[in-house]
């Protein structure tokens, strides 16, 4: 069974949505309605955490491309560490067009 978690923080002005579990095809729409309700609320950046994410699949990447693509005018980022995510963002080239942090930490510097 695919599971996948969402949690949506605020720091400031700025959306924060942590994923954990699966992020596949069956989980993918998950993440899309999150991004969808963070975006209503108007953030003046918006980052996706998928630091204890176990699985990333094309779906979910897609989501990221597509998040990326409907905010150009504010701050997105993504925050990934590991084979299970940074690696295939890498691979895929996705961390040439979206910034990629290894932490919190470092992607609310940035903001």
Not at 29 to 51: C, E, H, N, Q, Y
Not at 74 to 86: C, E, K, L, M, Q
């Amino acid at each position: 069974m695919d599971v996948l978690q969402l949690d949506e923080q605020w720091m400031a002005q700025v959306a924060v949505i942590a994923a954990s579990g699966d992020l596949d095809m069956l989980t993918a729409p998950k993440l899309r309605d999150a991004v969808a309700a963070a975006l209503k609320k108007k953030p003046t950046g918006l980052i996706i955490d998928l630091s204890t994410l176990e699985f990333l699949g094309s779906a979910g990447m897609q989501v990221l491309m597509e998040t990326r693509n409907q905010t150009p005018e504010i701050r997105f980022a993504v925050v990934a560490d590991g084979p299970a995510t940074s690696r295939a963002l890498a691979i895929t080239g996705i961390t040439d067009i979206v910034d990629v942090f290894s932490t919190m930490d470092a992607a609310l510097a940035n903001f």
